[in-house]
């Protein structure tokens, strides 16, 4: 059961354990993620050398997989990391950034969720569908489709895997089979900040780290992006005030913020 | 002809088509450039893999090639990309940063003009000088020659390459054969700030797609760059909170700042 | 001696020599790293091909090797840019990022400073003990060992590559043989924002472009970032808007804010 304790509870463990989540992920976003990690209580580790990858997953408590600037070099090293994850039991989150808009991003994905399970992928509503219908093309990495529309993909996804898929968007669909919750929190300026989309994948990451059950995770990690991003949208003129005041709200969040803000429902 | 309301109407369409403009840039600013983008209305891309750069070009309204941190597997893709921008009548926007400082840049920067027409070349004093004149060595990426004295090696490389030549100092030249326009906006906090340069090379692609005249582009993009630099100054207590500023300031530019703040002449 | 003064007349000459410093560094905070740079006033260049590296260490005033996310073709211009410095007579700065979290880091650390010898090696506590004792494992990079517990491995390390040693921390420890200077300035909020670490190693390859004594440069780095920080906790409200006035405070120190606050002793 998602609620304002379920989140805090979890958002206590983070701050408590401060898990070391090892991200594989896009040059664009490395900073900002690095940052969203640190502010929410995690210790991020950015290693992706094929030397070193497997040693890294070896130590770490959960690793964000993002392809958001792929190049084959790292496409290798991922694999290698998945595969030592799934040894250790370690949760896999995948961010599929931009997966539709050329055939490589839709091959490498393919090719990634066949290496080894994912605990959860976490998308906009374009990659989703991309995900698992080759019809839909994006344009680039900015979704062109409503959430709404695309959270039947979300559900055939989450059956074709056998994982949780977490579709964010005006409203984020959170599903696991036949589960689905939704979060309402977030705010329209949020699209126009780079990178968000990615540090709400590195958050998930952070959340499966101490909560193995993998639905309540990507659920918890998208209200605390909505929530923070409401927060941050109180005090920022722009999307550049915007950026700062998210990573100051995500790390001065309260239990009431969550209390008050926190809008769920399962439909 | 150039005016604030030239500039107000691309502004404008650019709000509205948010046009996909493919970045193939450096590390340094892949983040500041992407939310630049972002800030006006453009939805940003980075890809760089041989595998996908054809592709992605082929969706993109407009392409930035940037050889701030350039390394030999990125060149192939750059000429890859530009390529593709050829056959499809893609405006490319070429920032030579560092040209200058090593024969490696000035090799690359040379095969890359020489590989594919680009719309335009968007540099500081020291670049534009190196390209023109192997006399002029820089130090690093920061120029150390006045855009005054550059300006006219601006009207001989546009006459080399056929091409808008943007040159960005305390006064901008842009220039096209024998058109000119200074544009006299900024501050001098804007050299304390990493990547503005490169930001202004993205935001001129942006003009670009939405402006056949690749030279009104490039004032354009000039303009909004130093009116939103004006405006956030106002606001700033150093280049750190300028860059927030310049975040905020782009994305809430108004047709009255362009009216007030714009300074431009013909000579 | 390090006092308050000798700090200041370094602050005045980098803003008066604008040095350039060479940095081959991770993509996590290439940015950061070269806005602290322009914020105190030198002129940073990031370049890492193996083609161009030589060449720029030839116009270098420092060279900062940090290898936070490295990888073989980035090894590689490494060595081939310490070995010029050390014919140049550049000083060169070690970050050595994560060290002991990976057999990879830990190889590769060793392999650069037997390339060349490194004028400052700048750590956090588990770095600088993870190069003299291979029983220290880091969980990823952050530091899980106090700075105080660690001080005698630097003055070890210090004697094995006859470097200075700046093991940074909750207090400061720079050391050099039998000479010891202990800082203890800073703010609870820095290891809270990544890549503060790595803009200590930048900023003290910038003093020691302008001062060739490296005990006095590396001590003036850290004072420098720790008052800035202590300036940026006064306004901050968390991790988000700290890096934005630590940015602010750098640019804007007086000499002022270097007497009142600098805390220093010898033990």
Redesign the interface.
């Known amino acids: 059961m998602i609620s304002a304790r379920s989140v805090w509870e979890d958002i206590v463990k983070i701050r408590e354990r ?1 898990p ?1 989540v ?1 991200n594989i992920t ?7 993620t ?2 969203a990690l ?2 929410l209580g995690a ?10 990858v497997e ?2 997953v070896g ?2 408590a959960a690793l964000v997989i993002n392809i ?6 790292w496409v290798g090293a991922m694999e290698k990391a998945m595969l030592r994850a799934r040894e250790r039991g370690v949760p896999v989150v995948l961010d599929p950034v ?1 997966v539709g ?5 839709s091959r490498t994905a393919g090719g990634l969720l066949g290496t080894a399970a994912v605990r959860i992928i976490r998308g906009n509503a374009s990659e989703i569908s991309a995900l698992v219908s080759s019809g839909t093309k994006m ?4 979704s062109s489709v409503s959430s709404d529309s695309a959270s039947g993909f979300a559900h055939t996804l989450s059956g074709m895997y056998g994982c949780v898929v977490s579709l964010s968007g005006e409203t984020d669909y959170i599903v696991q089979g036949d589960r689905r919750v939704c979060i309402r929190n977030g705010h329209p300026m949020m ?5 968000l989309g990615c540090s709400a994948s590195a958050l998930s990451a952070a959340f499966a780290a101490v909560n193995e059950d993998a639905f309540a995770a990507a659920a918890h990690a998208m209200a605390v992006m909505g929530i923070a991003g409401e927060l941050a949208a109180r005090e ?6 915007f ?10 969040l309260r239990v009431e913020d969550i209390e008050n803000l926190l809008r769920i429902d399962e439909n």
């Open positions: 401060s070391l090892h896009n040059f664009v976003v490395m900073n900002n690095a940052n640190l502010a210790s991020p580790v950015m290693a992706h050398a094929d030397e070193e040693e890294m130590n770490c958001g600037t792929l190049s084959a070099a931009g808009a050329t055939g490589y991003r344009k680039g990495v900015d699209p126009r900040v780079t990178g920022a003129k722009g999307p550049g005030s950026q700062v005041h998210f990573l100051d709200a995500l790390y001065g």
